[in-house]
Each structure stands twice: as C-alpha cells, then as structure tokens.
C-alpha cells in the first residue's frame, strides 16, 4: 500500500470534480460490478461518454507526471478508470476487485480522493491487509495504491458526499516484492545522486535495477 500526495492541485481537483457533478449522466454503480460484488455496491458512476473520456485522459496524466507513481508500480497501462460519487446512506460492501478487466491482468488498484475528508463523514476505504484492517480517508487530490487481491469496501456515508475516481494499473513486473525491490533500488539510486552526485555506487545500484528489472518484467 502506499500513498501518493498532492496528486492534483487545486485548480485540476474543481475540473474533475465539475466532469462528474456539473451536469454529468450520473448512473447506478452496480452496473460495472462483477456478479459477486453487484449485491453490495451502493454509489454513483458517471457514464460513459465525452465528461468520462476527459476525466481519464486528466487523471492519467497527472498520475504519468507524479514522480512516485512509475517507480512504484512499474505501470505498464491504466486498465480501467472510473468517476464515483456517494451520497449519504451509499456505500460499497466488501468485495475484491476482478483480476482481469477487458482481458489484462489487474495488479493495483487506486482511489483518488477529489473531496475533503472533514466535507462528508464515513465513507473510509476500508482495506482488509494480513494481519490487519486499515479505513483511509486521505485529502482531496491524494490517492491511495493497493493490491487488487485485496478484500477492500467502503464504509456508508452518513452525511455530504464522497467524490472519487478509481482505477487499476497492470504492472510490467507481477510480483508485488519484485516491485517493492525495484522501488527501493531506484529510492536509494536517486538517493546517491542528490548527496554525491554521479558515482561508481550510483552507476552500480543503477545497472542492479536494470538487470533485475530485465529479469522480472513481462512486456
């Protein structure tokens, strides 16, 4: 799981949220469920269409250009993205998300928050981890990263209205510890270059990403 902050700024934040809310098709979310999760899924989706469409192409570039997104997921495509917004007494069951979407392999999903915490209450992304259950409520314009093997749901809201879109990356290297490897070695390469600039060390960390990288990614 990691968190990925500021996102979007202020001014991409309203955009998005205008796609969805002003004068967007709002439909029933359970129309893009699976069969197993269609029962418990609560919310509002925008249709399909030209605001959608938008939406996308602005959520993936601001993703494409955070400086943490690539490293850590070793992002070969964005699935699939939807826009949601739940309403008081919406809410979105335990589930977990299909592994395949369209015909490619679903490794990470992600929530990207477009409304504050403090402007609606429950509606936590509840995230059920070995070991663990995580609820994650994170500021407009931050968005979380998990598996999609991960049993996850949405608490209810119970008052105001949670704006989100969510999405699904298929990662070029499938095993999550190869990533978190991979993301390390890059971590600490970039590291090496502030402190010390170019180096032998640095060249050495680089060359191990590289050859591992070329061992573990399916392309």
Same mark, same amino acid.
């Given at each position: 799981?990691?968190?990925?902050?500021?996102?979007?700024?202020?001014?991409?934040?309203?955009?998005?949220?205008?796609l969805i809310l002003d004068g967007g098709q709002l439909e029933d979310g359970a129309r893009?469920?699976?069969?197993?999760?269609?029962?418990?899924?609560?919310?509002?989706?925008?249709?399909?269409?030209?605001?959608?469409?938008? +939406?996308?192409?602005?959520?993936?570039?601001?993703?494409?250009?955070?400086?943490? %997104?690539?490293?850590?997921?070793?992002?070969?495509?964005?699935?699939?993205?939807?826009?949601?917004?739940?309403?008081? *007494?919406?809410?979105?069951?335990?589930?977990?998300?299909?592994?395949?979407?369209?015909?490619?392999?679903?490794? #990470?999903?992600?929530?990207?928050?477009?409304?504050?915490?403090?402007?609606?209450?429950? *509606?936590? #992304?509840? +995230?059920?981890?070995?070991?663990?259950?995580?609820?994650?409520?994170?500021?407009?314009?931050?968005?979380?990263?998990?598996?999609?093997?991960?049993?996850?749901?949405?608490?209810?809201?119970?008052?105001?209205?949670?704006?989100?879109?969510?999405?699904?990356?298929?990662?070029?290297?499938?095993?999550?510890?190869?990533?978190?490897? +991979?993301?390390?070695? !890059?971590?600490?390469?970039?590291?090496? %270059?502030?402190?010390?600039?170019?180096?032998?060390?640095?060249?050495?960390?680089?060359?191990?990403?590289?050859?591992?990288?070329?061992?573990?990614? !399916?392309?």
């Amino acid at each position: 799981m990691f968190q990925l902050q500021k996102v979007l700024n202020a001014d991409e934040i309203q955009t998005l949220r205008s796609l969805i809310l002003d004068g967007g098709q709002l439909e029933d979310g359970a129309r893009t469920a699976g069969w197993a999760a269609r029962p418990v899924k609560h919310n509002e989706q925008l249709a399909r269409g030209a605001r959608l469409d938008t +939406l996308r192409s602005q959520v993936r570039r601001c993703l494409d250009r955070h400086p943490m %997104f690539q490293p850590y997921t070793q992002a070969r495509s964005i699935t699939r993205i939807l826009a949601s917004r739940y309403t008081q *007494g919406m809410k979105y069951g335990q589930h977990v998300d299909d592994a395949l979407m369209a015909g490619r392999r679903s490794d #990470l999903s992600f929530t990207l928050f477009l409304s504050e915490p403090d402007t609606y209450e429950g *509606g936590e #992304l509840i +995230l059920d981890l070995p070991g663990e259950t995580l609820g994650i409520k994170l500021p407009a314009g931050d968005a979380i990263i998990y598996p999609t093997g991960a049993l996850h749901q949405v608490s209810e809201v119970t008052a105001g209205e949670r704006i989100c879109a969510v999405g699904w990356v298929r990662s070029l290297v499938r095993r999550a510890d190869h990533r978190e490897i +991979l993301f390390d070695l !890059d971590q600490t390469a970039k590291g090496l %270059f502030s402190q010390h600039g170019k180096s032998r060390e640095l060249d050495t960390v680089l060359k191990t990403k590289s050859n591992l990288l070329r061992l573990w990614a !399916d392309d």
